[in-house]
């Protein structure tokens, strides 16, 4: 009702501008209406932006590490597995899948802190 009411003298609302009060007599903003908790917002951008610097680094990677990190960690499209059913699939040992994983992590991790 504010907003409708503010509406004619007002060409702008700014998100933690007060728009009513609650029970309490505690003043409300838009923003407390509209946000989810922003620590989730938050959380979500940045784990936008490091999946994107990852998937940016998979470059340094070769075919079999790419694909044994993206079956371990369910990346795209892919469903999470575990060592040992990825190396059923690829037809190798659990052992040399932790390796593959192991020397996949080491390599993406230096590629991360070069930049």
Do not use: W
């Not at 009411?5 to 923003?31: F, H, V």
């Amino acid at each position: 009702m504010h907003l409708r009411t503010t509406r004619r003298i007002r060409q702008e609302i700014k998100l933690y501008d007060p728009i009513g009060a609650d029970r309490e007599g505690n003043e409300i903003s838009l923003m407390d209406i509209l946000s989810s908790d922003q620590d989730e917002v938050l959380d979500a951008v940045v784990l936008n932006i490091d999946r994107d610097r990852l998937a940016e680094r998979f470059h340094c990677l070769s075919p079999r590490e790419r694909t044994v990190l993206e079956l371990r960690f369910g990346l795209g499209e892919q469903e999470k597995l575990t060592q040992r059913q990825i190396g059923r699939k690829l037809g190798i040992s659990r052992s040399y899948v932790s390796r593959i994983e192991k020397r996949a992590l080491g390599k993406l991790l230096h590629e991360m802190g070069s930049s």
